[in-house]
């Protein structure tokens, strides 16, 4: 990954980190208050409908109470109580609550039980514990219709003065729709309430230990009529009707989060402590949802803008950084590829530029300290040219030298003896001339290597005709062996036979060169991936360290007549070849020069 895209990247990932942590926090902040603002919306609510509660409770009571102070309502208790006959006020009680604006009223007699019912005239004589249980206060409770059904009540007991055993009035409203429409509401909130309406045998709660009827969304109603959605507040009521205490929880009415509506079950209990019904106060999420979809986009957008930036600085910040020292990297490559004399351009004064002009100077210095390098090294080859060709020549003028002076003293002889030393002094001017040219020769041969004339060629045949070339020894010679281990798969070379043949040679007769009391010469071919390994190795004295590290430079020999050139011609002719050459030796155990040349291309 370049400077350029590594800076892309992490500017944009700031900004979007950035705009994510921001928008994030912002959303958790208008969540709170969203739910800070429903907390006191509700409470508020629950607190005025306690107060709605006590006066609707009030107002029960002051009815009851009235009806128990009227006259003839205490004639009525005082015969009840002297003739025992309730028959003649069987219809009491619906003249009563319906001057009273009542919804439910019955009268119940010394015993206990009733004598005359509102809502449900049949059940005159029928038992009502309320009546004998109930405390002062209003109280709620679940009332039995002769249709079959039960109702939710807000109820009221009074006993009617001037009777002994006392006689009561029970007397109360529903707790129904109406009542929830009484109830002043903030916009987005919505109330329903739900009752075990028709499951009056059934119903129970956690403090009486009995069971809890199944929801039934038809038992919830709102102030106008059916609650939409009804069944998702299944959940809510069930907890409250089973814990007996307020609970609440987001709910989702359908898959669209704007419609889900934060809701809390406030349960409703009689005397006992029994729930008898639960309100459900539900206050929409759609203004949160909103705010936060609003957030989202316009952090969205300051993402999209913030990465748009993060582009534009990346770029300018390429052209400033990147792109100079993108620049200063391929001129530091053609520098390591032989370009000393590489420049880059130096734009303004920054550091990047500073970096530049260093660079700059640095080239420049290489190019000056190379041409004084490449002087130095002339005069110095130059020198130890000279230095070999006098060491050289000099061995063979010394004999010649004599040989003349020989020469000189025999004319003074008679002719049969100077015949006999002119004789003898041609044979020795003869070897050091010849000598004279040898040295001559190879001087000339490294000076003027040919280039090589590359043709593909199979390694197992250069080294077959090296092995042929010396497997025979001479008889007057030492007993030298000449092994080969050559792979059997074909190992094919770029290379030129001829060359790589007179290496070859080369590296045989220096490895017999150091067996001078004979010994075996190895020589081996393998494959080693996409290259071809050649060893020649002999078990002779070996090299110390000193001479394996100066073996290959110019006329530097270990052999008492040896000029120097043969394994540096040796190694000019493998570099040639795109190879390389190595030697593996330790003092007395031999040394084995290794050849490593690249395999031809399919």
Known sequence: MSLRQKLLLLFSLTVAAAVAAVAWTVLVRIRQVFEKRDQEETALFVSQFQREFQHRSA????AVDRIAGQEHVRSMAFELVQSNDPSPYLNEAQILAQDAQLDFLEVVGPDGNIVSSAQWPARFGYPEPAATEASQTPFLKREDMQDGTSVLGLFAVRAIRGA???VKLLGGKRLDQSFLADLAVAPGMQLGLYSDAGAAKETSSTASGGRTTGFDPKRMVSATGDVPGAAHYASLVDQARKSGVQTSGILYLTPRREDSVSATAIPLKDSAGNVLAVLM??????GLVAEQQQIRAIAYGVASGGILLAIIFSLWIAARVSRPVEELARAAEEVASGSWDTQVPVRGRDEVSVLARSFNHMTE?????????VQSERVAAWRELARRLAHELKNPLFPLQLTVENLVRARQLP???FDEVFSESTQTLSMEIANLKKIIGRFSDFSKMPKPELERIDA???????????????ENGPMIRLETAVDDRPMILMADPELLHRALSNLVLNAKDAMPDGGTVTLSAHPRGESVEIRVGDTGEGLTQEECQRLFTPYYTTKQHGTGLGLAIVQSVISDHAGTISVESCEGKGAIFVITLPRAER
Request: avoid cysteine; aromatic fraction near 2%.
């Open 59 to 62: 107002d029960v009571a002051a």
């Open 164 to 166: 002994e055993p006392a």
């Open 281 to 286: 106060v539900a206050i929409s999420r759609g």
């Open 365 to 373: 210095e290489l190019t000056n300290q190379r041409e004084k390098l």
């Open 415 to 417: 002719a049969a003896e």
């Open 460 to 474: 197992r045949d250069v080294v077959e005709r090296v092995r042929a070339l010396y497997a025979t020894t001479s």
